[in-house]
C-alpha cells in the first residue's frame, strides 16, 4: 500500500499540493484524538500552578498525571506532523520545538504570508471567473478542473456557496448542454441543488 492511503498512517507530504495534505492531516489528527488537533492549531498543553496567587509553570516534580497525559499527546502531536513529512520537507521546520509552530512554518513555507495568500486568491478567484468547459472536455474531467480552483479558494479562506458554485457551472457548460440547462433550471431549485446531484 501507498504511503499516505492508509487510515492508520499519517497523511505523506512531498512538497506538493500542501491545501489536499492539510485537510488530511487536520481530519487524521482529529480521528486519532481531538486533543492533538487542538494542541496542533492552538499550541501545546503547558502544566500550571498557581503560588501566592500567581499562575506559574509547573516543574517535573509538580506534574500529576493529568498533566503527563497531556504532555504526552504534545509529543504525539509533534511526532504525527514528522511521521507525515518527506525529508526535505522535515528540514524546514526541524527547529521548531512544538507541533504548533511547525504547522505554522508550514502554512508559512508552502501557503505564503498574508500578503501572498490575497496574491493566491486573487489568481485563484480570476480562474473561477474565467472558467470555461472546453469543447472537447468531459462532464468529469471539467468538474477536477473546477473542483481544483475551489478547493483552491477554500483552502485560504474564500468559501462559495452550493449555490455559487451550481450556477458558475451552469453558466460555464458548452452549447451542447443549453438545452439540459435549461430543463435543469426549470425543474430544480437551483439554491438547494447540491453540486454532486448537479454533476450526476
Same mark, same amino acid.
Request: hydrophobic share 35%; net charge negative; glycine share 4%.
Given at each position: 500500500m501507498l504511503e499516505g492511503l492508509s487510515t492508520t498512517r499519517a497523511p505523506f507530504f512531498n512538497g506538493v499540493d500542501f491545501p489536499y495534505w492539510k485537510i488530511r492531516m487536520e481530519t /487524521?489528527?482529529?480521528?486519532? @484524538? /481531538?486533543?492533538?488537533?487542538h494542541i496542533v492549531s #492552538? &499550541?501545546?498543553?503547558?502544566?500550571? $500552578?498557581?503560588? #501566592? @496567587?500567581?499562575?506559574?509553570?509547573?516543574? /517535573?516534580?509538580?506534574?500529576?498525571? =493529568? @498533566?503527563k497525559k497531556m504532555l504526552s499527546k504534545n509529543a504525539k502531536a509533534k511526532y504525527a506532523l514528522i511521521c507525515g513529512l518527506d525529508r526535505d520537507v522535515f528540514k524546514n521546520? =526541524?527547529? @521548531?520545538?512544538?507541533? $504548533?509552530?511547525?504547522?505554522?512554518?508550514?502554512?508559512?513555507? $508552502?501557503? &505564503?504570508? #498574508?500578503?501572498?495568500?490575497?496574491?493566491k486568491i486573487q489568481i485563484y478567484s480570476t480562474q473561477y471567473e474565467n472558467f470555461k468547459m472546453k469543447v472537447d472536455e468531459t462532464i468529469a474531467n471539467m468538474y477536477t478542473r473546477f473542483t481544483t480552483i475551489t478547493n483552491g479558494l477554500n483552502s485560504l479562506g474564500k468559501v462559495l456557496s452550493q449555490k455559487e458554485m451550481v450556477t458558475k457551472i451552469l453558466r460555464s457548460?458548452?452549447?451542447? /448542454?443549453? &438545452?439540459?440547462?435549461?430543463?435543469?433550471? =426549470?425543474?430544480?431549485?437551483?439554491?438547494?441543488?447540491?453540486?454532486?446531484?448537479?454533476? &450526476?
Open positions: /487524521y489528527l482529529q480521528s486519532i @484524538d /481531538y486533543d492533538l488537533w #492552538n &499550541g501545546p498543553y503547558i502544566p500550571k $500552578h498557581v503560588i #501566592n @496567587d500567581k499562575e506559574v509553570i509547573k516543574t /517535573y516534580e509538580a506534574y500529576d498525571e =493529568e @498533566d521546520i =526541524e527547529q @521548531d520545538s512544538t507541533a $504548533h509552530d511547525m504547522w505554522k512554518m508550514l502554512e508559512v513555507t $508552502h501557503q &505564503g504570508t #498574508n500578503a501572498m495568500k490575497e496574491t457548460l458548452t452549447k451542447a /448542454y443549453q &438545452g439540459k440547462v435549461i430543463a435543469i433550471q =426549470e425543474a430544480k431549485d437551483l439554491s438547494t441543488l447540491p453540486l454532486e446531484e448537479l454533476i &450526476g
